[in-house]
């Protein structure tokens, strides 16, 4: 049996500990939406198969953060290619091929003297790139036309952000690239690639 000071003092132990597991646990992870292309017109392509070749590899460290992202830029071509361009015929192959998918964060110089405690700054420097080929293939797998889109977007971000916060920011930024990338490439797709375009 406890004396009542030590009783007092277990209780404070057990209660610090409380606190402590409290403290760490993590805040609830948001559910950001899918992203997804099926609002859009499906491009109809008289060809037999579309092949996604990626040549670009991120390295898994600072300044890219591929790897810490809820969708990358390479995700989110990806799930276009899916969602947009649908093949309708027998013979002959479409290749989309990512040249650049990336996504980098830079920290900023701060204020990091005593005024710099009064004001929320400017702390990073967020910059995402894809730059994507699709070539039309004969059956000798020779190109036979071909078409590209780019796009690129930049932002900085405050000092102090949430992780969700922050994930929000990295998801909209990547829905965005993507409005970019698809107004480009569905022009020049309509431009060039006519005699393979089915029914639209």
């Not at 198969?49 to 830029?73: G, N, R, W």
């Not at 490439?185 to 005699?195: A, H, V, Y």
């Amino acid at each position: 049996m406890f004396t009542r000071p030590l009783r007092h003092l277990a209780l404070a132990v057990f209660g610090l500990g409380l606190l402590s597991a409290c403290s760490n646990v993590a805040p609830p992870m948001q559910r950001l939406p899918e992203m997804s292309f099926r609002h859009l017109t499906p491009i109809t392509l008289d060809v037999g198969t579309i092949e996604v070749v990626s040549e670009f590899k991120p390295p898994a460290q600072a300044p890219h953060i591929e790897y810490d992202m809820p969708v990358t830029p390479e995700d989110a071509l990806k799930r276009w290619v899916q969602d947009r361009l649908q093949p309708v015929g027998r013979t002959g192959k479409l290749r989309v091929v990512i040249h650049d998918a990336s996504a980098t964060e830079v920290p900023l110089k701060t204020d990091q003297g005593f005024t710099g405690m009064f004001k929320k700054e400017q702390a990073a420097k967020v910059k995402m790139t894809i730059d994507v080929s699709l070539q039309m293939l004969d059956e000798r797998q020779m190109v036979t036309a071909e078409v590209s889109g780019k796009a690129m977007r930049e932002r900085t971000t405050t000092e102090g952000l949430k992780l969700n916060e922050h994930d929000r920011i990295l998801y909209d930024m990547v829905e965005d690239l993507m409005k970019g990338f698809n107004s480009e490439i569905d022009d020049n797709i309509r431009s060039n690639f006519g005699p393979w375009l089915g029914q639209r």
